[in-house]
Nanobody, 129 residues
Framework: QVQFVESGGGLVQPGGSLRVSCAAS????????ITWFRQAPGKEREGVSC????????YYADSVKGRFTIARDNAKNTVYLQMNSLKPEDTAVYYC??????????????????????WGEGTLVTVSS
């Protein structure tokens, strides 16, 4: 079965760190760009970060630049999102997804949600004291 499984979410205090993982099964992700999205309560889903397959180019939303780092381990068929200096506004369900393209789908600096063909079920990150 082709799927993504996210893990690593949890409760963390403001200023803390967390690493979430996106493990692929049923296919190899090394040929595809992988994007992390998040959806906070009562808000629309938004793109957070993406890593391409071709040259490892990365993209970040302005709200997480300098704090989050995306990386891929093709040997483990997994993409990671390292989140540092977490803020309460980072609280959301984090999803990984792909549109099966090699490069990230970005329009005017925004990671596009439409066109994603495969989604995981998400992992909840809560930043609170």
């Amino acid at each position: 079965q082709v799927q993504f499984v996210e893990s690593g979410g949890g409760l963390v205090q403001p200023g803390g760190s967390l690493r979430v993982s996106c493990a692929a099964s049923g296919f190899t992700l090394d040929g595809y760009a992988i994007t992390w999205f998040r959806q906070a309560p009562g808000k629309e889903r938004e793109g957070v970060s993406c890593i391409s397959s071709s040259d490892g180019t990365t993209y970040y939303a302005d709200s997480v630049k300098g704090r989050f780092t995306i990386a891929r381990d093709n040997a483990k068929n997994t993409v990671y999102l390292q989140m540092n200096s977490l803020k309460p506004e980072d609280t959301a369900v984090y999803y990984c997804a792909t549109d099966y393209h090699e490069v990230c789908t970005v329009l005017r600096g925004t990671l596009l949600l439409g066109g994603m063909d495969l989604w995981g079920e998400g992992t909840l990150v809560t930043v609170s004291s």
